[in-house]
């Protein structure tokens, strides 16, 4: 067990070491933090992806799906994306608030790994990418399996592992504009989701902007990183944008 948790720290150093040699474990802010040590980390990544696997291999079962499920359900998916809209837009609004006090530009800051306030609501959105997997398990419980696919489950744990390598040694500088925008674009898709759960009668339209606007962040969160990458734009810390860019590749 000891070889087993050595071995994982140094497996996640190494990853942090490849995106910051620079940052030395003693100079990181975050690494203290709760989820933030590698051995914890990669368990919880073992853990999703044992469950993940499990839950894929559960067939659908119309006795399962009774009056009393459906109705705690129906009580509960309204909840979550309620908490889901008021996190997504805390995170956001305060992300913002603590970029403009530091003077931010839109793109290509300076960082400073000494401070941490942007840390601090880049350490949680991270977690907030853990709350996300309760749609996995929403998923399971009403037995939608056409949305329990290979994307889905990629999506969240690429974005699980894209965040904590942020938050460990990317975790100032143009990170903020991946919360304020991943946060802006949640806000809006969990309120469409908290509606649609009540029953109400939204218009096709307006799922359509909701997915117009889910692109047109890919786009804004893509395009920095083309210019650093393929147009050599200088800036100080290009972490984020490297994990972004490898992100889409792999997509």
């Known amino acids: ?9 140094n497996l996640g150093e190494r990853i942090l070491q490849y ?5 030395k474990p003693g100079r990181r802010v975050t690494k203290d933090w709760f989820m933030i040590n590698p051995t914890h980390f990669f368990i919880s990544l073992y853990a999703t992806r044992q469950n993940s696997d499990k839950l894929s291999k559960i067939k659908p079962n ?4 009774n009056s009393q499920s459906n109705t705690a359900i129906q009580k509960i998916v309204p909840i979550y994306n309620l908490i889901q809209v008021l996190l997504s837009t805390i995170i956001c609004v305060l992300t913002i608030y603590n970029a403009r006090k530091r003077g931010f530009k839109l793109f ?19 977690l907030n990418k853990i709350f996300d997997f309760v ?3 929403l998923i399971t419980i009403k037995q939608n399996w ?9 999506h969240h744990i690429s974005i699980f592992l894209i965040m ?13 504009y991946i919360i304020v925008s991943n946060s802006f674009v949640h806000s809006i898709m969990y309120a469409y989701y908290f509606f649609a759960s009540l029953k109400y009668k939204i218009p096709v339209y307006l799922k359509s902007c909701v997915t117009y606007i889910q692109m047109l ?13 393929f147009l050599k734009y200088k800036t100080p810390h290009p972490i984020s944008y490297k994990l972004t860019m490898n992100k889409f590749k792999i997509n």
């Open 1 to 9: 067990m000891a070889f087993n948790i050595l071995f994982l720290n």
């Open 19 to 23: 995106f910051n040699a620079s940052l």
């Open 62 to 65: 119309s006795k399962i799906k």
């Open 108 to 126: 290509y800051n300076y960082v400073d790994f000494s401070k941490t306030n942007i840390a601090f609501w880049c350490w949680l959105f991270y």
């Open 135 to 137: 749609d996995t398990i």
């Open 146 to 154: 056409n949305q329990f696919s290979f994307l889905h489950v990629y």
């Open 164 to 176: 904590w390598i942020n938050t460990s040694i990317g975790y100032d500088g143009d990170v903020y």
């Open 217 to 229: 962040q890919f786009v804004s969160m893509i395009l920095p990183g083309f210019c650093i990458f």
